[in-house]
């Protein structure tokens, strides 16, 4: 071998050079644990560098000469890529044969210890021929030659070829075997199995760019089988415990197997296979055993196991239409509660409780909503079931068995009065809060909003005209709640009741400025004040409901003056004296009693106590022709002071030919005592004039609806009217076709549209 002056063999010698670089290559491949002297290295480098370089090194080449050798120097570089390939075929049969004698864990550790020693012998050898790399790979990859490789690249294709691919079988089986001893709970070396993951991803080369891989080679080879074997072994597993263990222990068992398998991912396979392998899992251990998840369902939901269902929710989640059936369940369930809750606190009751009705209602939508909060993450569609269950049994239970959807709205309001008047239970502000809210949580299901509006409207009047609101801050903050809820046309004549309420303070407090500087101080013993209220913004009838009553001489100048006051303040406008809306404080010394009384009474019983400062007794005729107090009102006035021993009877019952004493014995050990107590008949009557009043304004709001969307649309097919006009209303209340239908035909006549076809209308301008 041609030795050249520094040692190393001369540029020109191919035997030579290669027979260096051979041995210095298999010291590497085999023995690079022992190290390698730098000098050998550069040795190595400078070999390499030479002899792909050493053609170029003569001047006196002609043109033609330097093209050939420059074509010869593209031959050696070849030579010595060719000659590195061939001993690491060479090299590879060699572990290949070694490898035939382990199998499972054994061959395992002998891959992954000859994988680690192979490739970073490789990245050695790359590094000692970057300059081949980098000019004669590079000029070949190029011109378009893509099977020639650099050699760390060349190195791996030689790897798969030669040894990967014929102990690829044995390899993939003991991965596996392992991978089922882990999941059989036995202890296991995952740095193998990462190692033998990592090998299958550097296998997988890109043909047009050495320097990128992709996953074939890891998804045909590993992931494909390794999926596979997962279905099997689950698949197998589920059916053995599921035939020995309750639903709950198997849902259990799921979940655990999916946190392992989501845990494997991060120990030692590919990001990539994490999708897939969920997938496989999924439908062995739920989809496959779906239906007998979701028959456990409803027994998790009478006991209420929360932990269980939320696990149930978790795991069906995953898997394509799981949830459906719960959440249909959900829904029958949560509106069979709420009928049951109310038909518990309703059942043998003449008079329901309002309180004790919103509770019940509350309570049901509480517990659900806290289940579905907690168990299932709050999932819309979960929110959804409540919800229609709760609209359900809200409108339709056994409190609204003969008065329809209308039987909620009407006893929420009558809670919330119970609420903001003086006098409720529910003292604390953070309290009423709380209650508050409640309100609107059930008035969000009511159907019949305008019912709700009517009522709370009428009893708002009263609280507000009889002083009776707890809080103006609470009323306001309602009203409040209100408007968000419906916006400001719904609590409109609400707000201006309150804006009437001031402007009448305004009022009273002039009108009693003037009367001091105009009359003598004893011409005003009287304490009197009145409310001026519109007309078309309070739910007040200016009929006196208890007949045209005859005042009193004691009030009557006082009456007087407040009118002759006002008419002169606001000439056209109309003063009416609604009588059932008025109070009285009267004074009582006709008894034994030194401090008197102080009774708090209605104007009717007022003008009744009024007569009894000219004489002990009178006939019921008497009474009833000196007050003009029409019979019901003036039997319920006198019923409530025959029972409170204010006045005695000489009759059983009373009424017409008896004679009413003032009972000068009477006797209480209260002060002050309200007699002004509301009549059974009144407030049965207020309740069906409310009922009118709902009507009444349904079918004003149905028919400016229907004119609306026809004077936008000017011709419109018959079922496209009716669903625009139910979309339109229904945030008020839930009308019914044949409503609307009757609303349409009355259209009709009064000439506002006309049939233009069949089943089509069109617009009248």
Same mark, same amino acid.
């Given at each position: 071998?041609?030795?050249?002056?520094?040692?190393?063999?001369?540029?020109?010698?191919?035997?030579?050079?290669?027979?260096?670089?051979?041995?210095?290559?298999?010291?590497?491949?085999?023995?690079?644990?022992?190290?390698?002297?730098?000098?050998?290295?550069?040795?190595?480098?400078?070999?390499?560098?030479?002899?792909?370089?050493?053609?170029?090194?003569?001047?006196?080449?002609?043109?033609?000469?330097?093209?050939?050798?420059?074509?010869?120097?593209?031959?050696?570089?070849?030579?010595?890529?060719?000659?590195?390939?061939?001993?690491?075929?060479?090299?590879?049969?060699?572990?290949?044969?070694?490898?035939?004698?382990?199998?499972?864990?054994?061959?395992?550790?002998?891959?992954?210890?000859?994988?680690?020693?192979?490739?970073?012998?490789?990245?050695?050898?790359?590094?000692?021929?970057?300059?081949?790399?980098?000019?004669?790979?590079?000029?070949?990859?190029?011109?378009?030659?893509?099977?020639?490789?650099?050699?760390?690249?060349?190195?791996?294709?030689?790897?798969?070829?030669?040894?990967?691919?014929?102990?690829?079988?044995?390899?993939?089986?003991?991965?596996?075997?392992?991978?089922?001893?882990?999941?059989?709970?036995?202890?296991?070396?995952?740095?193998?199995?990462?190692?033998?993951?990592?090998?299958?991803?550097?296998?997988?080369?890109?043909?047009?760019?050495?320097?990128?891989?992709?996953?074939?080679?890891?998804?045909?080879?590993?992931?494909?089988?390794?999926?596979?074997?997962?279905?099997?072994?689950?698949?197998?597993?589920?059916?053995?415990?599921?035939?020995?263990?309750?639903?709950?222990?198997?849902?259990?068992?799921?979940?655990?197997?999916?946190?392992?398998?989501?845990?494997?991912?991060?120990?030692?396979?590919?990001?990539?296979?994490?999708?897939?392998?969920?997938? !496989? +899992? &999924?439908?062995?251990?739920?989809? =496959?055993?779906?239906? /007998? %998840?979701?028959?456990?369902?409803?027994? @998790? *939901?009478?006991?209420?196991?929360?932990?269980?269902?939320?696990?149930?929710?978790?795991?069906?989640?995953?898997?394509?239409?799981?949830?459906?059936?719960?959440?249909?369940?959900?829904?029958?369930?949560?509106?069979?509660?709420?009928?049951?809750?109310?038909?518990?606190?309703?059942?043998?009751?003449?008079?329901?409780?309002?309180?004790?009705?919103?509770?019940?209602?509350?309570?049901?939508?509480?517990?659900?909503?806290?289940?579905?909060?907690?168990?299932?993450?709050?999932?819309?569609?979960?929110?959804?079931?409540?919800?229609?269950?709760?609209?359900?049994?809200?409108?339709?239970?056994? !409190? +609204? &068995?003969?008065?329809?959807?209308? =039987?909620?709205?009407? /006893? %929420?309001?009558?809670?919330?009065?119970? @609420? *903001?008047?003086?006098?409720?239970?529910?003292?604390?502000?953070?309290?009423?809060?709380?209650?508050?809210?409640?309100?609107?949580?059930?008035?969000?299901?009511?159907?019949?909003?305008?019912?709700?509006?009517?009522?709370?409207?009428?009893?708002?009047?009263?609280?507000?005209?009889?002083?009776?609101?707890?809080?103006?801050?609470?009323?306001?903050?309602?009203?409040?709640?209100?408007?968000?809820?419906?916006?400001?046309?719904?609590?409109?004549?609400?707000?201006?009741?309150?804006?009437?309420?001031?402007?009448?303070?305004?009022?009273?407090?002039?009108?009693?400025?003037?009367?001091?500087?105009?009359?003598?101080?004893?011409?005003?013993?009287?304490?009197?004040?009145? %409310?001026?209220?519109?007309?078309?913004?309070?739910?007040?009838?200016?009929?006196?409901?208890?007949?045209?009553?005859?005042?009193?001489?004691?009030?009557?100048?006082?009456?007087?003056?407040?009118?002759?006051?006002?008419?002169?303040?606001?000439?056209?406008?109309?003063?009416?004296?609604?009588?059932?809306?008025?109070?009285?404080?009267?004074?009582?010394?006709?008894?034994?009693?030194?401090?008197?009384?102080?009774?708090?009474?209605?104007?009717?019983?007022?003008?009744?106590?009024?007569?009894?400062?000219?004489?002990?007794?009178?006939?019921?005729?008497?009474?009833?022709?000196?007050?003009?107090?029409?019979?019901?009102?003036?039997?319920?006035?006198?019923?409530?002071?025959?029972?409170?021993?204010?006045?005695?009877?000489?009759?059983?019952?009373?009424?017409?030919?008896?004679?009413?004493?003032?009972?000068?014995?009477?006797?209480?050990?209260?002060?002050?005592?309200?007699?002004?107590?509301?009549?059974?008949?009144?407030?049965?009557?207020?309740?069906?004039?409310?009922?009118?009043?709902?009507?009444?304004?349904?079918?004003?709001?149905?028919?400016?609806?229907?004119?609306?969307?026809?004077?936008?649309?000017?011709?419109?097919?018959?079922?496209?009217?009716?669903?625009?006009?139910?979309?339109?209303?229904?945030?008020?209340?839930?009308?019914?076709?044949?409503?609307?239908?009757?609303?349409?035909?009355?259209?009709?006549?009064?000439?506002?549209?006309?049939?233009?076809?069949?089943?089509?209308?069109?617009?009248?301008?």
């Amino acid at each position: 071998m041609p030795i050249a002056n520094n040692g190393l063999p001369k540029a020109d010698d191919l035997k030579g050079s290669w027979a260096f670089l051979e041995e210095g290559v298999d010291h590497i491949m085999n023995r690079l644990d022992e190290g390698l002297s730098s000098a050998k290295y550069v040795n190595m480098y400078t070999v390499v560098y030479n002899f792909c370089t050493h053609n170029k090194l003569s001047q006196s080449m002609s043109l033609h000469e330097s093209s050939s050798g420059q074509r010869g120097a593209h031959l050696m570089g070849a030579e010595l890529h060719k000659r590195l390939s061939e001993y690491l075929i060479k090299h590879l049969a060699g572990i290949c044969n070694e490898s035939k004698q382990y199998s499972d864990e054994t061959l395992l550790k002998f891959y992954t210890k000859q994988w680690a020693k192979y490739t970073f012998a490789a990245s050695f050898l790359n590094n000692i021929f970057k300059y081949l790399n980098r000019h004669w790979v590079k000029r070949e990859r190029d011109e378009g030659r893509n099977q020639v490789h650099d050699i760390y690249t060349l190195a791996l294709v030689s790897w798969k070829l030669h040894l990967f691919n014929h102990i690829q079988e044995n390899l993939i089986s003991a991965v596996l075997k392992f991978v089922e001893k882990q999941r059989n709970g036995e202890s296991i070396e995952t740095t193998l199995i990462k190692s033998v993951v990592e090998s299958y991803v550097s296998l997988g080369l890109d043909e047009n760019d050495s320097t990128k891989n992709n996953l074939d080679v890891y998804r045909d080879s590993f992931e494909a089988p390794f999926l596979d074997r997962t279905k099997e072994y689950y698949q197998a597993e589920a059916e053995k415990f599921i035939s020995e263990n309750s639903v709950v222990d198997y849902m259990r068992k799921v979940e655990a197997r999916l946190n392992e398998e989501e845990s494997r991912v991060v120990m030692y396979l590919h990001p990539s296979t994490r999708k897939g392998l969920m997938q !496989a +899992s &999924e439908s062995v251990l739920i989809a =496959a055993k779906a239906e /007998l %998840l979701q028959e456990e369902f409803q027994p @998790l *939901l009478d006991s209420d196991k929360r932990d269980d269902l939320s696990r149930m929710y978790n795991l069906l989640n995953r898997v394509k239409a799981g949830l459906d059936p719960l959440r249909i369940r959900l829904e029958t369930h949560v509106r069979r509660a709420g009928l049951h809750s109310v038909e518990k606190v309703a059942s043998g009751q003449e008079a329901l409780d309002p309180q004790t009705y919103v509770f019940a209602l509350l309570d049901v939508h509480t517990h659900y909503n806290d289940l579905v909060v907690k168990c299932f993450r709050n999932d819309p569609d979960f929110v959804k079931s409540l919800d229609n269950a709760c609209k359900e049994f809200v409108n339709r239970n056994k !409190a +609204s &068995e003969g008065r329809g959807s209308k =039987a909620s709205p009407q /006893l %929420l309001a009558q809670y919330c009065d119970s @609420l *903001l008047k003086k006098g409720a239970k529910v003292v604390e502000e953070n309290d009423l809060e709380k209650h508050l809210q409640g309100v609107m949580t059930v008035f969000k299901y009511i159907e019949d909003k305008d019912v709700f509006q009517t009522f709370y409207q009428k009893l708002l009047a009263k609280r507000l005209v009889k002083f009776l609101s707890a809080s103006d801050d609470a009323e306001a903050g309602m009203l409040l709640k209100l408007k968000e809820a419906c916006g400001v046309d719904y609590t409109n004549k609400l707000q201006r009741m309150f804006t009437d309420m001031t402007l009448s303070k305004e009022t009273m407090d002039a009108f009693r400025t003037q009367m001091q500087q105009t009359h003598d101080a004893s011409e005003l013993s009287t304490d009197f004040s009145a %409310l001026t209220l519109g007309n078309g913004y309070w739910p007040f009838s200016t009929v006196s409901s208890g007949g045209n009553l005859i005042i009193p001489p004691e009030v009557i100048k006082d009456l007087e003056r407040f009118q002759s006051y006002y008419d002169n303040k606001h000439s056209g406008r109309k003063l009416s004296w609604l009588w059932q809306m008025s109070t009285a404080e009267v004074k009582v010394n006709f008894t034994k009693v030194k401090t008197g009384y102080l009774w708090t009474v209605s104007t009717w019983q007022m003008a009744i106590l009024l007569m009894f400062n000219k004489a002990t007794s009178y006939t019921y005729e008497e009474i009833a022709e000196t007050t003009a107090i029409d019979k019901d009102q003036l039997d319920g006035s006198l019923s409530i002071f025959l029972r409170g021993r204010v006045l005695t009877c000489d009759t059983e019952s009373g009424g017409p030919g008896s004679t009413y004493e003032l009972n000068q014995d009477y006797k209480s050990k209260k002060i002050r005592q309200n007699f002004n107590q509301p009549i059974k008949s009144e407030q049965k009557q207020e309740t069906e004039e409310a009922h009118k009043t709902v009507e009444a304004d349904r079918k004003l709001l149905m028919q400016s609806a229907i004119v609306r969307i026809m004077k936008s649309r000017k011709t419109l097919k018959h079922q496209e009217l009716i669903t625009e006009t139910i979309s339109q209303i229904s945030s008020r209340f839930k009308p019914s076709i044949q409503d609307i239908k009757k609303t349409i035909d009355a259209l009709i006549e009064g000439d506002y549209l006309e049939r233009a076809g069949k089943e089509t209308y069109s617009y009248m301008a």
